[in-house]
């Protein structure tokens, strides 16, 4: 059954923080919330036909990628003031379609394809605050507002706590700069060995403004002062979709809502029919209806695309909880979830010939997949041993898997380990 | 007054270190260069790069050039044209007696759009193979007393090499070892190493400590070593190192992605391609730098007395197409710099009769003599995934063997048999063909097959030689009107000396790692076929041409000094890899890429204190 509205998951923030466990929680709030929008726009990408619309793609994903940045900059605060992340817990995963967490919830987060629709809805995910707004974690109407109140919490429990005790997280747990590429912008590491911990407040608040100008762009100002070399000026993300809503990019001296550079060529035909789920809560993820109304291959397919999306958010745990060494190995299994989403939205919908399936991007609990891993393996190795890496929250069955195989032989054991089975030793075993 | 400070004829690695060096040790205002680049720019703009990509895709046949277009006007070889005699289409004139394997790439950035990207230093031995081993030349520099070691670093910073200082295994600097500690120094590779495949972690495991005997009765001890490669990884925590990605998107390529397609292109450009360092120039002195393409060098003017060159005339065509349309151009500076590439530096040489006093141009022609052996191994070991190499065997890049034989290189493959029998594609063809499978069967076949698929390179130097040289002649020319290399060419019995002990020690490897052998030579399908002591070999080219205007002690053994310049003309120099004296065994790029960088010093020096006419 569908879980229940993400408002009514937690009990809500308080409007204002005033206690470190409030700050953790707002913190990962901003977590869940950079986390959250991500399945949104890689929709959108991976619907996109290979080979056609280039430059809307090369938009969105550089977006997406700086939400990585985001989603590693609000890690880096969190693991800073002491905190922990929870990225992979149901209560943190988003159930599509959903409100931006603790949001004003005026409208929904879908899983769309590339569409004016979909265009519409990343707008305003990403809309610009209006000056002087009041901080707010709790019910705020843009994402700047809701940054707005954690630097308050921040400067509140600076003064009271003082910095050496608000910032007294492990510089081991900060990711570091060099593992973030591909996009504008820079991971900042708030605490680190032997600094001065009044420069980590200052850190703190430059890694939060970072967040928001590059997804609302600098006051008054569609660009958000980064520069990428060769190219130039980076607009915000609001201004980045505004460029795919108008069809033309925005150059330097350009008013908000105005640009007027080059054109920008989108083909909307040039996308796969993504079926779009309803907008008011379904009674049942895509996952259980596939497999209630005899679509049980579709079902298998979508579970294999979910567990591997689960995880990538081990991944992402482990690195926001004192690995951060394990950003590396996220990347990799990006591009195993695209490749899986990019099959997926080439796969006819059955019940509905207008529309192809899609990633449904959904919670897995770590025991759900095994039933169906076990059953898969009985019928298709014959006694298939089983191993798995030191650190690592899968087990291998299948020789054929390349995750498998790349184990570094000193981590390598025998046995489940009592872990989850790898959705590619799944895939393979068909 | 000349029209340039300096003009630059190529715009490869070579040309792009230089102006690198010139624009960065000048400061403001930056001195006027002018490149001549005799292919197309295509890959300037991301979308021509796309536009190269989309070719190699549809390519029936995908060898190094496959994704560049063929460009009649300034004419390259392609692999599979290497035979003697040649056919008239061919651009190289081969007149054996064994064909040469090697070619090039003609565009803007010249073969680094399709090099593998390996990065490995040359060995201080390598500088004197004379006075060491009593074989081959010294070169007028010296690892220790020219400090190539600052020069090396200064060079892999600029091509953004990644690899592990500490996973080097050479022969007599071996880590923790005081010569290790002495040719290194503290210092390590900007970026990570580039992760090591699975198969190079089993292949260590079963020929780690492995040792046999040398020629000259030393024992040798096998041992895996990953290589430096010039394609973007993680920048070394600390490092203030920013990764370049692709040339007019930045932002793609600031890593490898394993996309298993270096050579003959890097989808993402991770892979280091010269085109990033005429970027960079344009980034950092804007104007500095006129980059012109489709104008093809083909005459040296020098001054009736001074000697001093006065001009290089080119003819600049338009359309690629259609080479009977040109205009004739003389391009004019204060000091001018050829870096071609090895055979088309000394065609340009030898068609303008400049710069060859010694009699050097176009001979010592030098390449790695590659054999390839082949096989299955008895497990999947996930060939077809990675860069096409990341690790070696240094053992036999240097010892007193050398005194017998050629050293060599090991080059353990990532891509299971592309090399050696065009896997997997072949693979395919040969069980639909000849065993009639299909459906499951056929998909299980290759399955079952090609990601055990296993390959190594024996890669011995050659000594200069010569007799191995480009020459030109009347007969051949190409659409241009310019003239085609006409190339002699042989190997002699101290590389092939190597070759036989290199086949012996691969035999040994195989039994060790239980490879099934698949290696077979023909005369019938190998050009590069002969027979030496009974066994049938056959080599391949690697690519790595040098020698072709050496650097030397006087003007009587060489074409160009130790600063690059040619002992005919105060105001010409020479880059590239056909000034090295001696190939030795380490793929030639990163040293022509520090003695480039190095001339370009040298160069903006000269400049600065009023050099030239």
Redesign the interface.
Request: hydrophobic share 20%.
């Given at each position: 059954m569908r879980k229940p509205h993400p408002a009514e998951r937690l009990a809500g923030l308080p409007r204002k923080i005033e206690t470190k466990e409030q700050l953790h929680e707002a913190l990962r709030v901003a977590m869940e919330l950079e986390l959250s929008t991500i399945p949104t726009y890689l929709s959108a990408l991976y619907s996109i036909m290979p080979g056609t619309n280039q430059p809307a793609y090369d938009v969105i994903q550089s977006v997406v990628i700086e939400e990585m940045l985001h989603l590693t900059l609000a890690g880096n605060v969190l693991n800073a003031v002491g905190g922990a992340a929870a990225l992979n817990s149901k209560e943190f995963v988003p159930v599509y379609p959903t409100r931006l967490p603790h949001s004003s919830e005026k409208f929904y987060v879908r899983l769309l394809k590339l569409s004016e629709a979909s265009i519409d809805i990343f707008l305003k995910i990403e809309h610009p605050g209006k000056p002087k707004e009041r901080p707010e974690v709790e019910g705020y109407h843009d994402i700047g507002q809701f940054y707005a109140g954690i630097e308050q919490g921040l400067e509140y429990l600076n003064k009271k706590l003082g910095s050496d005790k608000l910032y007294s997280g492990k510089p081991e747990w900060q990711v570091q700069p060099t593992e973030y590429y591909g996009g504008a912008g820079d991971v900042i590491v708030v605490v680190e060995k032997g600094d001065d911990p009044k420069d980590r407040h200052k850190k703190a608040l430059q890694a939060l403004v970072e967040i928001v100008d590059q997804g609302e762009g600098l006051p008054h100002s569609v660009f958000d002062g980064d520069e990428i070399p060769g190219k130039g000026p980076v607009p915000a993300h609001y201004f980045r979709f505004d460029e795919l809503k108008q069809r033309k990019y925005y150059k330097p001296g350009d008013k908000p809502g105005k640009p007027k550079g080059e054109p920008l060529p989108l083909d909307l035909k040039a996308v796969y029919p993504k079926r779009a789920w309803p907008a008011r809560v379904t009674p049942q993820s895509p996952t259980e209806w596939y497999r209630d109304n005899g679509y049980p291959d579709i079902a298998r397919k979508l579970l294999e695309f979910n567990s591997l999306y689960m995880d990538l958010l081990g991944t992402l745990q482990d690195t926001f909880t004192g690995k951060p060494d394990r950003l590396t190995y996220a990347v990799t299994q990006m591009y195993d979830l695209k490749y899986e989403a990019q099959a997926l939205m080439k796969i006819p919908d059955p019940s509905d010939e207008r529309y192809t399936v899609g990633p449904s991007f959904e919670y897995v609990a770590p025991n759900e997949s095994a039933p169906v891993a076990a059953k898969a393996a009985a019928t298709a190795s014959e006694g298939a041993s089983a191993w798995y890496a030191e650190g690592s929250s899968v087990y291998h069955d299948n020789a054929d898997c390349t995750t498998g195989n790349n184990i570094e032989p000193e981590n390598w054991r025998a046995g489940t380990g009592g872990k989850r089975r790898c959705a590619q030793c799944q895939r393979l075993a068909g | 007054m000349p029209d340039y400070d300096v003009v630059i004829v190529g715009g490869g690695i070579a040309g792009a270190m230089v102006a690198k060096a010139i624009v960065e040790k000048s400061g403001t205002p930056s001195p006027k260069i002018l490149v001549l680049e005799a292919g197309t720019n295509q890959g300037w703009t991301y979308d021509g790069y796309?536009d190269y990509l989309d070719h190699f895709k549809t390519a029936t046949v995908k060898g190094p050039n496959s994704p560049y277009p063929a460009n009649p006007a300034a004419p390259s070889t392609t692999v599979f044209d290497i035979a003697v005699p040649t056919k008239p289409t061919d651009y190289y004139v081969q007149k054996g007696p064994l064909p040469f394997g090697s070619g090039y790439e003609r565009a803007l950035g010249g073969t680094t759009l399709h090099w593998l990207g390996t990065c490995l230093r040359m060995l201080p031995t390598d500088f004197k193979l004379n006075s060491t081993y009593g074989q081959g030349i010294d070169w007028p520099i010296d690892y220790y007393a020219d400090d190539l070691k600052t020069k090396y670093e200064r060079a892999e910073r600029a091509i953004g090499v990644s690899g592990d200082k500490d996973e080097q295994y050479y022969p007599g600097l071996e880590p923790k070892s005081a010569a290790f500690k002495k040719y290194w120094g503290d210092y390590d590779y900007p970026m990570k190493k580039i992760p090591s495949s699975?198969l190079d972690?089993r292949l260590s495991?079963w020929v780690d400590g492995m040792t046999v005997e040398s020629a000259t009765g030393e024992p040798v001890s096998l041992k895996v070593s990953s290589t430096p490669q010039g394609r973007n990884s993680?920048?070394?925590?600390g490092?203030d190192f920013t990764?370049q990605?692709a040339?007019?998107?930045?932002?793609?390529g600031?890593?490898c992605?394993g996309n298993s397609a270096c050579v003959p292109i890097c989808p993402v450009q991770a892979k280091y391609n010269a085109m990033k360092t005429w970027?960079e120039i344009?980034?950092k002195a804007p104007g500095s730098v006129t980059i012109q393409p489709q104008s093809v060098a083909y005459l040296v003017n020098t001054h009736s007395d001074t000697g001093e060159v006065t001009g290089v005339t080119y003819k600049r065509y338009e359309n690629p197409e259609d080479p009977s349309k040109y205009t004739i151009e003389t391009a004019t500076g204060r000091l001018y710099v050829i870096a071609a590439h090895a055979i088309e530096t000394a065609k340009l040489l030898l068609a303008s009769n400049v710069a060859n006093s010694s009699g050097q141009v176009g001979r010592n022609l030098m390449d790695h003599a590659s054999a390839i052996t082949w096989g299955l191994l008895p497990e999947?070991i996930?060939a077809y995934?990675g860069p096409g190499s990341t690790s070696g065997i240094p053992a036999f890049r240097d010892g007193t063997f050398r005194r017998v034989h050629a050293a060599f290189r090991v080059e353990i493959g990532n891509w299971g048999w592309t090399w050696p029998a065009f896997s997997p594609n072949s693979d395919v063809n040969r069980m639909v063909d000849t065993y009639n499978m299909f459906g499951p069967e056929l998909r299980n076949g290759l399955?079952e097959m090609l990601?055990r698929q296993f390959r190594i390179a024996w890669e011995p130097e050659q000594l200069p030689e010569p007799t191995n040289r480009v020459t030109i002649d009347e007969d051949y020319k190409d659409d241009l009107g310019n003239f085609k290399p006409v190339i002699h060419y042989d190997l002699s019995d101290y590389t092939k000396e190597a070759l036989y002990v290199a086949l012996q020690v691969s035999d040994k490897l195989f039994q060790r790692a239980a490879v099934q052998s698949y290696t077979t030579y023909s005369p019938a399908i190998d050009p590069g076929y002969f027979v030496y002591k009974g066994r049938p070999i056959a080599v391949n080219g690697a690519g790595h041409l040098v020698g072709t205007h050496r650097m030397g002690t006087t003007r009587h053994n060489s074409v160009v000094d130790k600063w690059q310049r040619t002992w005919d003309h105060k105001n010409l120099f020479l880059a590239g890899c056909g000034n090295f004296s001696t190939l030795g065994t380490s793929n030639p790029t990163l040293t022509l890429a520090a003695l480039s960088l190095w001339l370009g010093d040298t160069i903006a020096d000269e400049l600065a204190n009023g050099g030239g006419p």
């Open positions: - | 796309l699975y972690q495991k993680t920048p070394r925590p490092s990764p990605g040339v007019g998107a930045f932002e793609t600031q890593r992605e970027a344009d980034r999947n996930g995934r399955a990601p």
